[in-house]
């Protein structure tokens, strides 16, 4: 082939690839994007490195879904320690602590990576061994530098006006009823209402 000719067959070779997706620069990118996309959609796990904010901690009650009022109580002289009832005498027993963080690898961006304290400082929400929730004590929030059996990611769906409170260890969400307080999982997409739970500012 002269030289004339070789220049116009790359010339022709080159507009060819140009107009096929499926070149190895093109499935190069692509390969890229999709990356780039499951990282995004990557739940943070134990063990991810993580910065608290402590401009970012607040005290809320956590009240269940449902016309009866019920908030989530921690009343550490009874046997279960956690339970539900209502706004009554001294609020500091439904008063949750929120201590916020911010990952350090791209995790899922949807709702807040949460560790749950009470109001007896240095006592953090976590999982019993019957799927039950009870209180750890250990590093405290500020100390905290990587995800433990210790966190939460708190997010609600499009268009859903109650939370879902996710532990992050075991993939469970929290459960909270008149008989028990546990970390269950969703059968459907469609959530329970005692799944589902929305957060009040604290009065005390």
């Not at 890229?32 to 943070?44: D, G, I, L, P, T």
């Not at 490195?49 to 019920?70: C, P």
């Not at 976590?126 to 209180?135: L, M």
Request: contains cysteine; positive net charge.
């Amino acid at each position: 082939m002269t030289v004339e000719g070789d220049s116009a067959f790359r010339e022709g070779q080159a507009h060819l690839e140009l107009r096929n997706p499926k070149t190895p620069v093109a499935l190069e990118v692509d390969l890229v994007k999709r990356k780039r996309r499951s990282a995004y959609r990557r739940e943070c796990r134990q063990g991810t490195r993580v910065n608290h904010r402590q401009d970012q901690t607040e005290s809320y009650f956590i009240r269940l879904k449902g016309d009866h009022a019920l908030y989530l109580t921690y009343t550490p002289e009874n046997t279960s320690s956690f339970g539900v009832s209502r706004l009554t005498g001294s609020d500091n027993a439904r008063c949750f602590r929120f201590h916020s963080f911010t990952s350090r690898i791209l995790c899922q961006s949807s709702g807040d990576l949460v560790m749950l304290e009470t109001q007896e400082r240095g006592s953090f929400l976590s999982p019993a061994v019957d799927n039950g929730i009870t209180v750890t004590r250990g590093l405290s929030a500020s100390s905290t530098t990587h995800i433990d059996s210790r966190f939460f990611r708190i997010y609600r769906e499009p268009g859903e006006f109650h939370d879902r409170i996710k532990h992050l260890a075991s993939g469970s969400f929290l459960s909270a009823t008149l008989d028990r307080v546990v970390l269950d999982n969703a059968s459907s997409s469609i959530f329970p209402d005692d799944m589902l739970f929305q957060k009040f500012p604290c009065t005390s």
